[in-house]
């Protein structure tokens, strides 16, 4: 039986062929046309047009027929209209242990409690008090969200221009992320940081409009997380940098000059979270200095980095983040689920694509291969092969002998890649196509889109990298690219520890070729090393938390570390 609802997929003339399979359909209640009769009609069509359904062979030396990828299943959808199955079985933990709250609308975002089908048992059980911490969040932003008498009374606050007590008379107070052009994996991270911060601060997290989030991620809570686009400032977030005046590094200064001081502060301030955040901005994650935005009502922040990490460092939040996450290798695994579900749109894309190429496999093995130099001669492709043999992630194959037909269940994987490239996919495709393994496993290879080129602000390019991340935390085992946040946010999600792509140096691959990776966390490519009682930079030297390290991948990165070492 289907497990999920997809958008509708075959030709026109297969809908009266789903009508009649009802013997086939009967496990699942049709809204539109039935998920399941989709892909029977692919088998179906495939025998009667003696073509192999997608993934599989005709013979030994017959060719493949073109995988189903997301520009296939976009074209489909839009001749055909959007039609959705919805199956009679619900997860058993729908709820993923607590973490996601009853009662949210279903028909409006499908995968919120449809996502635990496409899982395997997780390992990884939110904290008692995680799922307390957030049903009290979830009130909190009922209350003070957007169109509240909460949130309005807050807003004619701001456009007074002037602190006064008037904050406390609403008891809300905001952090609104906002983010640079930057890839999609840096945006995933930055906004999962500023809802942390928002969690260990009784803050409620409001989402920039602009950001592409609408198109998706799912509304997670009851009340919109998105800012009104006609909020006063909204018009300023772009032009905010680190010397801002409005900024909280230049509003440290002012006070230690005697220009400004506490009791007197603005009705906003901007938190310069970048990558080239200077010292006045990095004293934000000091724990001296956190009481200067305590009563601050409205906190604008702009992010391309997880900086998760980082609020470890601040030792007033370090309990409260140690009893919300026991197994701090857990954090974003936790706060990705709970907060970033896809769209429907975007759970068609996945779902359809699963369940056509990725389902039938007795193990799938995803692949994340970013390209940082060129590489016409797909010399990462052996280093590739190298680890997955080394890792027993892939088997080799016999180089002088071709196919053979083999009786009997043979085992299959299926190899899913994600790539801007396509150069990879077809050899990887084409080696096992022309050699056997061996093994004798049958290995089929994948990939649902190649976009060439990184595509920051185009939604759909953005819609397709969203679904991909997705698509590699459903993988059993994975591998990923060294310094991509693409691939952070794919395993992290899926609660897997990769292997990691070690970056050639001088075109010569690395030896070993992958490392497993010590923790399912991101990585932090910037730091603050700035020292809270000296006042100076630090660098990466510095002693760290024993919870926290530096990256398998960046060395100057830093990154929690799994305290559950057998997980």
Known sequence: MMRSWNPAYPPKDAIPWCREAKSFCTSVKVIGISAACLVGFFVLYSAMENKPFYGQRTSESGPWRKDVDFDDIIKRTREMGEYFAQPVQEPEDKLLGGLLPEGLDVNSCVSRYQSALYRKEQKHQPSSYLVSRLRKYEALHKQCGPFTESYNRSLEYLKSGSHSQYTNSTGCKYVIWTHPIHGLGNRILSLASAFLYALLTNRVLLVDPESEVPDLFCEPFEVSWLLPSDFPLIGNFSGFDKNSPQSFGTLLKNISRGSSNSSSLPPYIYLHLLHDYDDDNKRFFCNQDQPVVQNVTWLI???????????????????????????????????????????????????????????????????????????????????????????????????????????????????????????????????YWKHSTVTGEVIEVHQPSHEKHQYNDKKMHNIKAWAEMYLLSLTDKLVTSADSTFGYVAHSLGGLKPWILYKPENHVAPDPPCRRAVSKEPCMHAPPYYDCITKQWTGPGAKLDPHVQHCDDKWYGIKFIDREENL
């Open 301 to 431: 922040a702009k992010s391309n980095v997880y900086f998760a990490p980082a609020l470890f460092s601040v030792s007033t939040f370090q309990q409260e983040i140690s009893s919300l996450f026991p197994d701090l290798g857990t954090v974003f695994h936790h706060l990705g689920r709970y907060l970033f579900h896809p769209t429907n749109f975007v759970w068609g894309l996945i779902t359809t694509y699963y369940d056509t190429n990725l389902a039938r496999a007795d193990e799938r093995i995803g692949i994340q291969i970013r390209v940082f130099e060129k590489d016409p001669e797909l010399q990462l492709l052996d280093q590739i092969m190298a680890c997955a043999a080394k890792e027993n992630l892939l088997p080799l194959v016999n180089g002088t002998e071709p196919v053979a037909s083999q009786s009997g269940k043979l085992k299959t994987k299926a190899v899913l890649i994600a790539s801007l490239e396509y150069g990879y996919f077809k050899a990887m495709r084409s080696m």
